[in-house]
Structure formats: structure tokens, C-alpha cells
């Protein structure tokens, strides 16, 4: 297929990107910024909330599909998060049709049920029941979706995407991550999905303490492979976990201890959800990514669980499990150590 992936460059573009390339599609990449480096089929730069520059763009090499990943994954403004996602989604939809581009695949959000009491499976026909004005906007883009299939007969996926990073960080994870692998499956599926009209799947891993039904995706083709429960021994227990296992949308499902508030935060919900803002140079434990006998070697699932106490500065150190630059200034292997024991 003849692809064109909006927010190429961010970081669930440069996933996709070179799997759909490996994969044999050809891929342009659109973006507000240059180009990584990984497409093959060329680069726009332009802004998707211009629709004529959107236009442009699509005009330029024949397409089969748009995967639509531009915009921002924060918290914003009404005004801003309805230009960042049902804006662009607007303009790519109007360019599709004027093109005959038949196929959308839409990065959604979680946060569109986000204030769903956890508990019961949340299935694809849950009501609308977003968190935020991000999660507002999540849904009108879905609901444009839905217009345009019946409207104008294009095939639109939303794929109401989890936590997507490379391994799960917080318990809430254990419920909503989404590996780059099963993103790679995900989208894959929604490309090739025969005649599926205007569709939703949940868009995470194969999670043994998922929220969100993944039926809904699997009817699609999308059958993910990985599972957060491996990580669950190296996960450590946090204050606000048992406020995020509260609403599917965690930390961005209203008032409560480790709540944010929704508009007036700049933080990502995804992935970098993280309830309170850390101190600078806070002590805190980690699991360590690497084996501390063999650092070459990164902890695997099942192996001894270790811990390393940590001097940090910005809590950016310890978002995505990256292993920080700091100096460990003590080693635990106590296996019941908690952050929260800390002085
Ligand atoms: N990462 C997650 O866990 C997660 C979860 C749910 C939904 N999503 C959605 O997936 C999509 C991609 O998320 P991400 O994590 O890769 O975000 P990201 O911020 O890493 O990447 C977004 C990319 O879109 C580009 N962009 C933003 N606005 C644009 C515009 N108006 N025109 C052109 N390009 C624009 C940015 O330059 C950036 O490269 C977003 O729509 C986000 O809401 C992500």
C-alpha cells in the first residue's frame, strides 16, 4: 500500500514508520518537523491544521491510506485541542475524499472513556466518557470519522490507544500498555481490515489486566502479542496507584489523590502520565534496566529483582524506565523496598 503517516516524526511514528516500510508499503511521512530519517516515499513538512497545505500533501504521490498520529498527545485548551485533533482530522478527511483516498487509521485515545469506573471490560460501545479536553477532542474526531464513512464510504479506524512505550513503568500499565511491537500489529490490522466502515478497537497489548475489550480489535485482525503482566514483579507500588486503577483514565480522571487537572496541565497524558510533580533531587527506586553484574545485559523479566535508590533531578530521568545518568548512591535487593519507605 501507498501510505502517507502524519506525525511521522513523533515517537509512535518513527515505530511504525520503519515496521510499514520493512513490511513493503511505500511511506510518506508528514510532520511539523523534518524528517528522522526513516521514510522512504519522501516527507511534507506542513502543519495539519492548515487544510491547504494538508491538501497539498496528499495530492502529492497516489495513496491507498493515511495513518493520522499528528497532534498533541498533552492536555491543552478547548480551542487548541480541537484544532490539534479534530481539526487535523478534518482537513486529512476532506483531502482523502477530494483524492479518492479510501482508508483513515487514526491514533485515538484511552482518554475518550477516560472517566470509566475500571472494573467491567470497557467494550467499543461504552458511551463517550472522556477525562479531558484532550479526550473531547478524541471523541469529535471519531465522530468525523463516523460522518465521513457514511457520507463518503471511507474506512476509518480509530484505535483508542493505551500507553504506548517500550516497557510498562507504573501498575496502571499493567492494564494499558501498548508495546511497539502490537502498535506495529495494530496499525497493520487497521490497513488491512476488509470493508470495515467506520470501526473502534482498544489499542493495547494482549494485557493479562486489560480495562478495555480487545474483541472489538481482534474482529479486525488485530491479535497482540505481549503482555505487561511480565513486568509486573519489577513495577513498584506507588501512592497513587490505587486512584489510577480507579477510572480507566488514571491520572487524568478528575479529582482524587494523583489526580491531574485536566486543563490546566502541559504534561502528556501518554505516556508520560506521572501524578505528582517530583521534587527537584528526589530519592526514588527504580527497578534496574540493566543487570548490575553484566551492564551490557538488559533485566529481564524473572530475573533477581533489583532495585537501585537514585538521586534525581527532574522526574525525566526515571519517565519512560530509562536508566538515568545519575550515579546510584545505594544498591537495594530487598525485594519489599519501597519508594514510599524512603526518608
Ligand atoms: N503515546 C501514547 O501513549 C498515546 C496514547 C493515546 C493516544 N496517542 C495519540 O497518538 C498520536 C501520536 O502520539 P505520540 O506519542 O507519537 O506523540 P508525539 O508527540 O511523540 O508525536 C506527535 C507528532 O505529531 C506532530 N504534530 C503535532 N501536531 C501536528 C500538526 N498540527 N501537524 C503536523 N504534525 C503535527 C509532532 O511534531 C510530533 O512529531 C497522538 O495523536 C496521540 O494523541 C498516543
Same mark, same amino acid.
Given at each position: 500500500m501507498q501510505i502517507l503517516v502524519s506525525g511521522a516524526a513523533g515517537s509512535i511514528g518513527q515505530a511504525i514508520v520503519p515496521a510499514l516500510t520493512a513490511a513493503g508499503h511505500g511511506v510518506t511521512g508528514l510532520d511539523? =518537523?523534518?524528517? &528522522? @530519517? !526513516? /521514510? %522512504? @516515499?519522501g516527507w511534507h513538512v506542513a502543519d495539519c491544521t492548515d487544510a491547504d497545505a494538508v491538501l497539498d500533501a496528499v495530492a502529492a504521490q497516489p495513496l491507498d491510506a493515511v495513518v493520522h498520529l499528528a497532534g498533541n498527545p498533552a492536555e491543552a485548551s478547548l480551542p487548541d485541542s480541537l484544532a490539534s485533533h479534530v481539526l487535523t482530522t478534518a482537513a486529512l478527511l476532506d483531502a482523502m475524499v477530494t483524492h479518492g483516498v479510501g482508508r483513515l487509521v487514526y491514533a485515538s485515545s484511552n482518554h475518550a472513556v477516560g472517566r470509566t469506573p475500571a472494573g467491567e471490560l470497557v467494550g467499543t460501545d461504552a458511551a463517550p466518557r472522556p477525562d479531558t479536553y484532550y479526550g473531547v477532542s478524541k471523541i469529535a474526531a471519531e465522530a468525523l470519522m463516523q460522518l465521513f464513512a457514511d457520507r463518503h464510504g471511507i474506512d476509518a479506524v480509530a484505535c483508542r490507544i493505551g500507553s504506548f512505550l517500550p516497557? &510498562? =513503568? !507504573?501498575?496502571r500499565h499493567l492494564a494499558t500498555w501498548l508495546s511497539p511491537d502490537d502498535c506495529v500489529r495494530m496499525v497493520e490490522a487497521a490497513l488491512a481490515a &476488509? /470493508? &470495515?466502515g467506520f470501526a473502534t478497537l482498544y489499542g493495547i497489548s494482549a494485557n493479562t489486566r486489560a480495562w478495555w475489550d480487545l474483541a472489538p480489535g481482534r474482529a479486525l485482525g488485530y491479535h497482540p502479542q505481549d503482555d505487561a503482566e511480565a513486568w509486573a514483579a519489577l513495577l513498584p507500588q506507588r501512592p497513587e496507584d490505587d486512584f489510577e486503577a480507579s477510572m480507566v483514565g488514571g491520572p487524568f480522571a478528575g479529582e482524587g489523590p494523583g489526580a491531574r487537572r485536566s486543563t490546566e496541565s502541559a504534561s502528556r497524558p501518554e505516556p508520560f502520565a506521572q501524578s505528582a510533580p517530583a521534587p527537584a533531587h528526589h530519592r526514588v527506586v527504580v527497578p534496574a534496566q540493566h543487570r548490575l553484574d553484566r551492564p551490557q545485559q538488559r533485566c529481564r523479566p @524473572? %530475573?533477581?529483582e533489583i532495585h537501585l535508590l537514585l538521586e534525581v533531578e527532574p522526574r525525566a530521568a526515571v519517565r519512560r524506565g530509562q536508566q538515568p545518568a545519575h550515579p546510584p548512591v545505594e544498591v537495594a535487593t530487598d525485594r519489599g523496598l519501597q519508594a514510599a519507605d524512603l526518608p
Open positions: 511539523l =518537523v523534518e524528517t &528522522p @530519517g !526513516h /521514510a %522512504d @516515499g516497557e &510498562p =513503568v !507504573h501498575r &476488509p /470493508a &470495515p @524473572g %530475573d533477581p
